[in-house]
């Protein structure tokens, strides 16, 4: 045989075995996926969390994948106390547990809710395991993707954890508890447990990622960088002059700041304050839509300072999400520098959609600085820079035209990155990944010799 026959006989073998291993993983791809969601949070709650789940699932129902999801009673509904206990939408079925949920309001309340609902969810999968092939598992409560390491134990289910919040690091940097503490080591050590068992594990930002690498090495391989999501074609950009909840609250004349969700501990509300203290003097308003630990401390500095500058409303509908989130002329984003890299705001996204400047608050190595500079959407001050933040509401507010063109840049950028649609497609390719990775055949090593 010539060489250079023999030569394109080899090239043709090794050629030929991806090819055969890319048609048999894309029939085992092919098989139905039956997956069983497990979070506390879903609506008619206004949780993030349950919102993000909502529009996961009915995404990846679109798709193809059979959901079943097991969430809790609404503690944080507006209108209702109590939800079905079964509902099918399509391809998804929705079972809550029973019960209600006990003093939401309070830190304590939510600790005996968290618990007690992991419990009725490992009751739940107990009974669910047969029929389901895959388990998506929350952080919501914090402590829950325990209850997937266990149905892997004893079931052989395999599960994917979602981060959206890492504890207990999150509890350590707030000083809430000392990281000697014996809750914390037996916390991290099941961390560890469920990482290492989890067939893969989703994070919301680059920095997160490095955290959970940092605690557990071996999980690097399996580990998806994942960004939250807005729906624009619920979040639609609306002028101001048509806006009823703009006159509603008397916004349409002035310029307006607008900070909607969470004001929790992990919030960087104080910069926010100090920029509104220096313009108290100037036309514009801030709206602070939402609620968490900060906000009644932050509704007493307000008043015992005598600033008129500010609007407090609490969490809105989600059919009125698509008007209170563009009823400004800028969004707020903030992070407390303590908590980088253990939360990702989710409010970053909706406020892209509204097709609005964003202004982020947060530390000079926050991934949302190069994501807010890629999307040319607005502008990031460190923490305790009020002045910086007040000099670009400034410029805004004399500039009509640099804010119209940062927000529709913005929200062409979160159209490219950030829809359900996209982001359903990568979380399908991680349960895939997830489902049938023990059953492809190795790729057979070429020996070079």
């Not at 599960?159 to 503490?181: F, M, Q, T, W």
């Not at 624009?232 to 900070?259: G, M, S």
């Not at 097709?355 to 000079?364: A, M």
Request: aromatic content about 10%.
């Amino acid at each position: 045989m010539k060489l250079n026959e023999w030569i394109n006989q080899q090239l043709s073998q090794s050629i030929s075995i991806p090819l055969e291993y890319t048609s048999e993983h894309s029939l085992k791809a092919q098989k139905p996926i039956n997956l069983s969601v497990v979070t506390q949070f879903f609506p008619p709650d206004y949780a993030a969390t349950g919102q993000l789940i909502e529009e996961l699932v009915k995404n990846l129902g679109q798709q193809g994948v059979n959901v079943e999801v097991f969430t809790s009673q609404p503690g944080y509904a507006f209108s209702s106390q109590s939800a079905p206990c079964f509902e099918r939408v399509e391809r998804i079925k929705i079972q809550r547990s029973r019960t209600a949920q006990l003093w939401p309001g309070r830190i304590r309340g939510k600790a005996v809710n968290g618990v007690l609902y992991t419990l009725r969810a490992l009751l739940y999968l107990l009974r669910a395991w047969r029929r389901n092939n895959i388990l998506l598992v929350t952080t919501a409560p914090p402590f829950l993707p325990f209850i997937g390491y266990l149905a892997n134990l004893l079931f052989k289910l395999p599960y994917v954890c979602i981060i959206y919040d890492l504890y207990p690091d999150i509890a350590i940097a707030l000083g809430v508890v000392s990281k000697r503490n014996w809750v914390v080591r037996l916390w991290q050590a099941m961390n560890k447990r469920v990482w290492l068992n989890a067939k893969g594990i989703v994070v919301l930002s680059p920095a997160m990622k490095q955290r959970v690498v940092a605690n557990c090495p071996q999980v690097d391989h399996k580990i998806s960088v994942i960004h939250s999501w807005a729906n624009p074609d619920l979040i639609v950009p609306i002028a101001k002059q048509e806006n009823w909840f703009a006159w509603k609250y008397n916004l349409v004349n002035k310029f307006t700041v607008l900070y909607s969700g969470n004001m929790g501990r992990c919030h960087d509300i104080d910069t926010i304050l100090k920029a509104a203290i220096e313009l108290q003097h100037e036309p514009v308003q801030f709206m602070c839509i939402g609620g968490g630990a900060k906000r009644e401390e932050l509704i007493q500095e307000v008043n015992q300072l005598g600033l008129k500058n500010f609007t407090f409303l609490p969490y809105q509908d989600k059919d009125v999400l698509p008007y209170s989130l563009t009823a400004c002329d800028l969004s707020l984003v903030s992070i407390d520098p303590s908590s980088e890299s253990l939360v990702v705001p989710s409010k970053l996204y909706s406020a892209l959609a509204a097709g609005r400047p964003i202004g982020v608050i947060c530390s000079p190595y926050s991934y949302m600085r190069q994501l807010i500079t890629e999307a040319d959407c607005g502008a990031t001050f460190d923490n305790g820079d009020g002045h910086g933040l007040a000099q670009f509401i400034r410029l805004l507010n004399r500039d009509q035209q640099l804010g119209e063109r940062m927000g529709k840049a913005g929200r062409q950028y979160m159209r490219s990155h950030f829809t359900p649609k996209v982001i359903s497609q990568q979380y399908l390719k991680v349960l895939r990944q997830a489902l049938f990775a023990d059953e492809i055949t190795p790729v057979p090593q070429i020996n070079s010799k």
